[in-house]
Structures are given as structure tokens and as C-alpha cells.
């Protein structure tokens, strides 16, 4: 059986991954958070929204809305928007 010869780029490579994981896993700390602020961000996707001067705004087309035969509520709607609507501020 032939022997295992390690050379000095093979013991440097073995010693810097070793090094990596154990710096790695000894620094990972999570802090607990002091306070809290949560800030809303959120902006409406409709009819009000911006776009580009020379897009198509939102649009909303009503395919389905209301009971079916069966007793069942259903909605089904087509969505289109530009793509650089409503992302700029």
C-alpha cells in the first residue's frame, strides 16, 4: 500500500482551513437586540402608484368574483404592472 506524503502546501492548505472554521465557529455570536424599532415601509400597488412617464400603470382585470355552483367562494384576477413602477422613490 503506497504511503500518504504530505508536503508543506498540502500541511499550510489543511492548517488554514482548520484555522477558517475555528475562528469561524468561535466569533459567531448572536447579540441580543437592546430595542426594537420596526419601521413600515410598505407603499400600495394599485391604481395610485407611480410609474414612468411612458409605462402603462397598473392594471387590474376581474376574470372572476363571487360564488361558484357549488356554494364555493372564488377569485381570480389578471395583474399587470411596468416593471419600474412603484420601486423608486
Known amino acids: 500500500m503506497p504511503r500518504l ?3 508543506f502546501s498540502h500541511f499550510f492548505i489543511f492548517v488554514c ?3 477558517f472554521f475555528l475562528g469561524s465557529a468561535l466569533t459567531i455570536r448572536a447579540e441580543p437586540a437592546k430595542s426594537v424599532r420596526l419601521v ?3 407603499h400600495s400597488f394599485d391604481q395610485t402608484t407611480i410609474y ?3 409605462s402603462k400603470s397598473f392594471r387590474m382585470e376581474i376574470i372572476q368574483r363571487g360564488k361558484t355552483e357549488g356554494g364555493y367562494w372564488y377569485e381570480a384576477n389578471n395583474i399587470s404592472a ?3 413602477g412603484g420601486t423608486h422613490m
Open 82 to 84: 411596468a416593471e419600474h
Open 17 to 19: 482551513t482548520v484555522l
Open 52 to 54: 414612468w412617464p411612458t
Open 40 to 42: 413600515d415601509l410598505t
Open 5 to 7: 506524503q504530505l508536503n
